[in-house]
């Protein structure tokens, strides 16, 4: 084993005592911002330069196992033994790279955004807390070891949605994404229980090694498997049907939403379907329902995205659009593109929300200057941004013609990628020419309601304020300069994984294939000649630019009004714009019939009447009557107690002789 | 022991004396109300228990001497408390009926 790979622990740590530090400073010191900010950071970057080591100390053996380093015995109960123990290999080494070098950058930037909450330290001993969860999570060397960063992530994601609680909507938006993912939790839990219970282990490596012997393709079994592990990616990866609470979460702080509900977090579901990459390809149903949602959802979320105006929330549902991608690409057995996808994904949406995160500074700066209460986040009070901004507003073009898929930007490779690959699968079965439509529709959408983000944020006239105007200006140096770093990775990272059609392709698919090759024997062997390769890129590169150009030339933001004097929308914009009602259904569905039956029946029914009455009140009421006909022997008259007295001796002296 | 032999035979009327002694004591603790009475009744019945002692004390041993002994003492002692708390009851009450004394019921 290379020396280096034996530091990943280190990596690990590293975060935890960040926290650790910045958990007691908060309670000690709460004004000392410079030592949390040196804290908070450096350990980011400290945990990423280890993390570059380790990388660079596995590519000397790409083709080596996976190195599991085993710490100590975690859980050893009978047949079931789980250790403390992380695995290193090429998966979770790219994912290794995404978490710790988005999240340095993404902390820098935290550093100026947050730079006058009062919340400061405890805001980066969340921060950093997190970091160590996800660093568990994606190097954890068994399924139990990556549930407890499953749940890390999710508790210090609840814990960051509702950083400003005192707001009861942020409390309550933490909340949702905590119980939405509960279920999803249930999900990965019964998995376990039946992963185990099968092949008598939990830890990566033995699973993966065991289950071609312990399962039988497309069997019930593992078909079973699988689909409780999508429900738990649905949850946690915010696809249909658990996908409400993402857009939710954005009423934490923008830093957060962009490397939790982003950059990192929210992936883990794909990471989890890469990494159980046998089991999925064994369930060729289970692999098909993966790749419906994800097609699903990637369209479903971009059509609620169009209508959307808080900027955030057209992130929010632009990630799950996103998000939706990766699962396509996964469920059709390109589990290299997923996981593509997943690292482009991390750089030009991290972009995108820092981007917004600068914006929203800025409004909201003004907006305190002049003591108005308007909407900062609302694209109705912006516009003209690119005057005041020049350099949010070109890194966010940037990661605008990333994420709509311009060739030559990370974007299109990682989604035309995963497009091909579903098309390949089109002569298996013509439900992936069907999920290739889907794809590709909500590819022209994401290109159309990006473009409309930007022309109504940075272009037309400014719609802020006249007070405001003068107040509005660029971020600090220490925001701005995370995003050029991450904008250079929205262009560049495509070269991970070119087309196969140009030369250098497929290197990241090449360099994971020691983690997906058990898969490919399970998979059809799923060739695109070059000809419809070259088809499928121009096609994508004409959707692109036809969404761009609509949005171009079909929006005015001229005739834009402000938050305020905005009329009411109406039909179909209504529609989208309230994201076809999901929220309501579930209210009407699920909530309400909850409430109902806690109320009237556990409460009113079980609780006050048989607990309370029967039970509490009845043991009472029988003490009491027995007690009455107790009492009445009890007469106090002492010829009675001693007649008692002779007559129980004569009994006695009876049963004795 | 040569003077255990003599006495067998009058050991069933000593024991049925006393027998007789322990249920009027039983009787008139239970049946009269002045405290005195009751008081004497309760002599009684320590007595008829002494008479059984040594009747039987006779064919087993002096052990029964020795608690006859042991119970005329403790009797002494009860005379003396006991006669004390009737007199302080009396006072407090202006009467021994013991159904007058009922501050104990409910």
Known sequence: ?657 | MPFLQQSTELLGSALAVSAILFSLGVAGVLLRRNAIVVFMCIELMLNAVNLTFIALAQQLGRDGHVFVLFVMAVAAAEAAVGLAIILAVYRHKQTVNLDKVNLLSG
């Open chain 1, 1 to 657: 084993m290379p020396t280096s790979v034996g530091w990943v622990w280190l990596v690990v740590v590293l975060p935890f005592v960040g926290f650790l530090a910045n958990g007691l400073i908060s309670f000690l010191w709460p004004n000392s911002k410079r030592a949390v900010s040196a804290i908070g950071v450096g350990v980011l970057v400290a945990a990423f330069a280890v993390a570059v080591a380790v990388v660079l100390g596995l590519r000397g053996d790409a083709h080596g196992a996976p190195y599991v380093l085993t710490y100590w015995s975690w859980m050893p109960a009978a047949e079931l033994e789980i250790a403390a123990a992380l695995q290193v290999d090429q998966l979770s080494a790219v994912m290794l790279m995404v978490v710790t070098g988005v999240g340095a950058l993404i902390h820098v930037f935290s550093v100026g955004y947050m730079r006058d909450d009062p919340g400061y330290p405890r805001y980066f001993a969340y921060l950093n807390l997190f970091v160590f969860f996800m660093l568990v999570l994606i190097l954890g060397a068994s399924f139990p070891v990556m549930f407890v960063g499953w749940e890390g992530v999710g508790l210090c994601s609840y814990l960051l949605i509702g950083f400003w609680y005192l707001d009861k909507a942020n409390a309550d938006a933490g909340k949702k994404a905590f119980i939405m993912n509960r279920i999803g939790d249930f999900g990965f839990l019964i998995a376990m229980f039946l992963i185990f219970q099968v092949t008598g282990s939990l830890t990566f490596v033995e699973v993966f090694e065991a289950a071609p012997e312990a399962f039988t393709i497309n069997g019930g079994t593992i078909t079973l498997i699988t689909l409780a592990l999508l429900l738990g990616c649905t949850g946690k990866s915010a696809q249909i049907p658990l996908h409400t609470w993402l857009p939710d979460a954005m009423a934490g702080p923008t830093p957060v939403s962009a490397l939790i509900h982003a950059a990192t977090m929210v992936t883990a579901g794909v990471y989890l379907v890469a990494r159980a990459n046998v089991l999925f390809a064994m369930a060729p149903i289970s692999s098909v329902v993966v790749a419906t949602v994800g097609a699903m959802t990637a369209l479903f979320a971009a059509t609620i995205a169009l209508q959307q105006w808080d900027i955030k929330k057209v992130l929010a549902y632009s990630t799950v659009s996103q998000l939706g991608y990766m699962f396509l690409g996964v469920g059709v057995g390109a589990y290299a593109g997923g996981i593509f996808h997943l690292t482009t994904h991390a750089f030009f949406k991290a972009l995108l929300f820092l981007g917004s995160g600068s914006v929203i500074f800025a409004l909201h700066h003004a907006y305190h200057e002049s003591g108005s209460h308007e909407d900062a986040q609302d694209m109705r009070n912006m516009g003209g941004l690119k005057r005041y901004m020049p350099w949010t507003a070109t890194v966010m073009w940037i990661a605008t013609l990333a994420i709509a898929g311009i060739p030559g930007f990370s974007g299109f490779f990682s989604k035309d990628g995963i497009l091909a690959a579903t098309f390949a699968r089109g002569h298996d079965h013509p439900v992936f020419y069907f999920l290739w439509v889907l794809g590709a529709a909500a590819a022209l959408l994401t290109a159309f309601y990006m473009t409309r983000l930007m022309l109504y944020t940075f272009h037309g006239p400014n719609r802020t304020g006249k007070n405001e105007q003068e107040h509005l200006h660029e971020a600090p140096w220490i925001m701005t300069g995370p995003l050029v770093v991450l904008a250079l990775g929205s262009i560049f990272a495509g070269v991970l994984n070119l087309p196969h059609v140009l030369p250098g392709g497929g290197w990241l698919e090449h360099l994971l294939e020691p983690v997906t090759e058990l898969s490919h024997r399970y998979l059809p062997e799923a060739h695109l000649s070059a000809t419809t390769e070259w088809v499928l890129i121009g096609i994508a590169t004409l959707i692109a630019a036809a969404g761009i150009m609509t949005a171009v030339i079909a929006l005015k933001p001229e005739s834009l009004k402000p938050a305020r004097e905005a009329p009411e929308e109406s039909g179909f914009q209504k529609i989208l714009l309230r994201k076809w009602y999901v929220d309501e259904i579930y209210d009407a569905l699920v909530v309400r019939p909850t409430v109902w039956i806690s109320r009237k029946v556990l409460w009113r029914f079980f609780d006050a009447g048989v607990i309370d009455g029967a039970l509490v009140n009845g043991s009472a009421w029988t003490a009491r009557a027995v007690g009455f006909v107790g009492s009445a022997v009890q007469t106090g008259r002492l010829a009675w107690y001693l007649f008692v007295f002779v007559i129980g001796t004569l009994v006695l002296l009876r049963a004795v002789m």
